[in-house]
């Protein structure tokens, strides 16, 4: 086909997954513009890229703007929009959004939704029961034995989930989500789940309904300290590709989750077009099981492996869109890539606002994704608790690890906080 020329792209969101799926869109040379919505301080500025004020949730906006500056393609970075049906707002006015629909977005946007959607067509995951009585909850938790793991049905930005290592953990969180109100609507319900044995990795796909390709595999370390302690976050650093993810593991993942599943929104009239992404345990012997799916792409997972997709991003997401993916690879170089997460002290929990950024310019041999920061007459300020994601590519692991330190030290911010160890599971691999 064709390829199409001078493309405008509209990308929704503000965090590092849209500044980085921005950055790689605006690497095509036929593309003339990228769109971030509302987009963050690194958008504001970066070549090809374009900052415009609209909020991800104003689905008449986005669509007037669309149709006013003749975007191509539009597509969703976080989670909110794609539940609320962004999807179908779009196509009312024949416009292109690489998105899957809200009903597709389920599998997200309520974990009881995925969990028995996965147990009817036999896709292999954790054991679980879902609540909405706190007793009943205890009592399956029990049953279950340590540790135990407890989800919010609804959305909570990624910390909605608690593995608790004692009962009383256990029944605290239960009470926390159920009674406490902690997540609002999120926790109304509760999912109560077996804890699964060996190590996660982040599974990417890009399907167009009918086909399907895989992203790099990647894995994150979502808790806030050292050594994976400590309470969930969004997620603190990333790095691709993730070693537990050999050749014959991927296609077990591919054949025993990603294309039942496809299959299975299929036999239940659901199409589904966009990212999906399987978070997945992988045991000893090498078998997945799904963990959650997030129906879009990860955050930080999207900064390292777009840092090594040599593919042209904005062909590859007309061709799904298009419903046409089959024409079309995506490539990846064989380098490994790590990205770091410095976030603002408090995060996840409550954090300040507004403190002045310095040191970007020093950066060197890496890449500074932004998500939480303003341009405000030309001064550059924190706005969020996951500030900027630092990212390089190495030969390995171990030598990306090496490049961000070194470029993290050059950043500097009032209660800049960052994991120091991001990778390691990685680079123990690597120096076996």
């Known amino acids: 086909m064709e390829r199409v020329k001078n493309v405008k792209i509209l990308v929704v969101g503000s965090g590092g997954r849209e500044h980085a799926l921005a950055w790689k869109f605006a690497q095509s040379e036929n593309v003339s513009v990228v769109y971030v919505a509302p987009g963050n301080g690194g958008t504001a500025t970066a070549a090809k890229l374009e900052n415009v004020d609209i909020d991800p949730m104003d689905f008449d906006a986005l669509c007037s703007f669309a149709k006013a500056h003749q975007i191509e393609l539009t597509v969703v970075g976080p989670e909110g929009p794609l539940v609320a049906g962004i999807q179908a707002a779009f196509a009312r006015f024949g416009l292109a959004c690489l998105a899957p629909s809200a009903d597709a977005a389920q599998l997200e946007g309520s974990k009881t939704f995925s969990k028995e959607f996965l147990a009817r067509h036999n896709i292999p995951t954790a054991r679980f029961s879902s609540f909405t009585d706190p007793s009943a909850a205890k009592t399956f938790a029990q049953e279950l034995g340590l540790p135990v793991v407890i989800k919010a049905d609804g959305l909570a930005a990624g910390k909605g989930v608690v593995v608790a290592q004692s009962l009383a953990a256990a029944e605290a969180a239960i009470d926390d989500m159920l009674l406490g109100n902690a997540f609002g609507r999120a926790g109304a319900r509760v999912v109560v789940e ?51 993810v050999t050749q014959a593991v991927s296609e077990r993942i591919c054949e025993q989750i990603i294309a039942p599943t496809l299959q299975g929104l299929l036999s239940e009239g659901i199409h589904y077009t966009g990212f999906l992404y399987a978070g997945l345990m992988i045991d000893a012997l090498g078998a997945p099981s799904v963990i959650e799916f997030n129906c879009r792409f990860g955050d930080p997972e999207t900064q390292p492996i777009m840092m090594r997709l040599e593919s042209d991003l904005a062909e590859v997401c007309l061709a799904a869109v298009e419903h046409r993916l089959a024409e079309e690879t995506l490539a990846f170089s064989p380098k490994a890539a790590l990205a770091v997460v410095l976030a603002s002290a408090g995060y996840p929990g409550d954090y300040e606002v507004g403190a002045p950024i310095s040191g970007l310019s020093e950066v060197q041999d890496a890449v500074v994704f932004h998500a ?40 500097q911010f009032e209660g800049q906080y960052h994991r120091d160890d991001i990778g390691y599971r990685a680079i123990d691999r690597e120096a076996r």
């Open 194 to 244: 077996a804890f699964l044995v060996g190590e996660e990795a982040s599974f990417i796909v890009l399907a167009d309904g009918t086909d399907f390709h895989a992203f790099a595999t990647s894995q994150d370390h979502k808790a806030i300290f050292n050594g994976d302690q400590g309470p969930n976050t969004g997620g603190m650093g990333a790095y691709s590709p993730a070693p537990v």
């Open 372 to 411: 939480g920061t303003r341009l405000l007459d030309g001064v550059l300020t924190t706005n969020g608790g996951r500030v900027l994601t630092v990212a390089a590519t190495a030969d390995s692991v171990e030598q990306a690890q090496r490049l961000v330190y070194q470029a993290v030290k050059a950043i």
